[in-house]
């Protein structure tokens, strides 16, 4: 059952990325392909470089053509609708938080099953989280969002500690994830709607502060 | 016979690839070692990537220094005699176009006798003849261009495309690679000297048309 | 012995290059986990890379937290004593210096092991050093030094060199490495004290010198 609720999530996660993709891509004057082509991206980056990186080759993205078919509808969705997304934006920053969360612990959770160290584990998780908006970001010019501001990467980051805390004490694992995506979910709601940040670099160039 | 034409043509599409890189990287005003770096990078980064998915390691371009010698000779050539290159500009998309159609059928040729699903292999195809033009891009500041504009990436994936349903209908493998290749040059020739184009998202930043 | 020497010299690599992340991290006014990511990237990148287009997946660091807790220490130094690096910065290129040779004799040695081709075991010594590097630019948005200017990949490519040559001449390993480090490092203080260049592109974009 709970594969099956987590499959759902995940494809839920690779929808909504997919839909910031096509958003980026509508905004920049893309054509239809290039709109689809970024959705992709965006969807299945940071999956894929997980799976690169623990050995789990053909990534899951590359091995079945669902995720293909995800961010196609996501990127379809929104350059024939594309008001319609827009006008959605908080829903999708919300939905977006919840890709986030889920892609953090399955991530996390995949890297623990091929053995991988628990701390770097969770930072897999994190990169499975935020490698397709790195990606998005720089293909259509811009510095990663994801390094310059807000909670984001720390928020995925927080949720695979949890995972990987867990799998060292021994707790159950959908306990641990439920865990891990809730805390996630907490601290990008906090950053959404009451703007809690991270302190930026308080020093300008020649030094003073 | 047959795969001694495809490596010809294999290296010809590399040549011509690491020219395009060696061209920016002039524009740019880039040192030797950058220009030919740039070559290289545009030459090998779109088969490197896919045989990384597909688990076929160390990659070709990695495992034999033949597509190196040719990324070389090739950023040599534009860096030596860059007027040459660019007046024949029209050329090189000529040789640009045959070097994507080459890429997208034997990538996906590739990726099916790997065992990855047809569905994926075609976009493994596009993604072999599309990866080094989006690194050279990325990498010398630019959006890139197939993103934009351009019935380019599109080519690449039906040419894929024609090659995997030709696989999956047990059709003459050589057939349908020169049937896939037909069908990419066609339509890059369309759209260099027809102006053949994508529509391009029409909203605008309002939601209004 | 020697395997500790190396260890410890790797170690400094890494803690160097995370210093020129942070820095630059510091100077686009990311926040403090940007800082740290750039500075992870910065110090693994290179050698990632290497070891997943060699095989050697998981990656050394991604296998183990030594390289990210190095990477840390760098970019919280930079991050909270921003104006002490900056004021170093001289001695930060002596040590990004050691750590470009390092890095490619390393990264030599390793491919060479892993049975590639020595032409292009070099090649990946080079990738090892100057990864990091390029990666840094781009998720900075701007251009990778490494192509515009400077002595600086083709240091790592002659330190790559010399250990491939060693390693073909049936030589001692460690002199190849040692000798290797050192005519990185000679090139680069020529480029860093001296002003040594590689010519750039000599053309103008209209085709005239």
Request: some cysteine; glycine content about 14%; proline content about 3%.
């Amino acid at each position: 059952m709970s594969q099956i609720v987590l499959a759902v999530l995940d494809g839920l996660g690779s929808f909504v990325f997919a839909l910031s993709g096509g958003v980026l891509g509508v905004q920049k004057g893309f054509d239809l392909f290039g709109v689809l082509l970024l959705s992709f991206v965006v969807a299945v980056t940071g999956g894929i470089t997980r799976d690169v990186l623990i050995g789990s080759v053909p990534p899951v993205s590359i091995a079945s053509w669902h995720n293909l078919a995800i961010a196609i509808a996501g990127g379809l969705l929104t350059f024939y609708v594309y008001p319609l997304v827009r006008s959605r934006q908080r829903d999708v920053l919300l939905f977006d938080a919840i890709g986030l969360a889920v892609f953090a612990v399955t991530g996390t959770t995949k890297a623990l099953a091929f053995g991988i160290d628990p701390v770097m584990a969770a930072v897999l998780g994190m990169i499975s989280g935020i490698g397709g908006g790195m990606a998005r970001d720089v293909l259509a010019g811009e510095i990663p969002s994801v390094l310059r501001a807000d909670i984001y990467a720390v928020a995925a980051l927080a949720a695979g500690a949890v995972v990987s805390v867990g799998h060292v004490l021994g707790s159950w694992p959908a306990g641990s994830m439920l865990l891990g995506a809730a805390v996630c979910l907490f601290l990008r709601l906090m950053a959404i709607y009451r703007g809690w940040r991270i302190p930026a670099a308080r020093w300008r160039d020649d030094g003073s502060k």
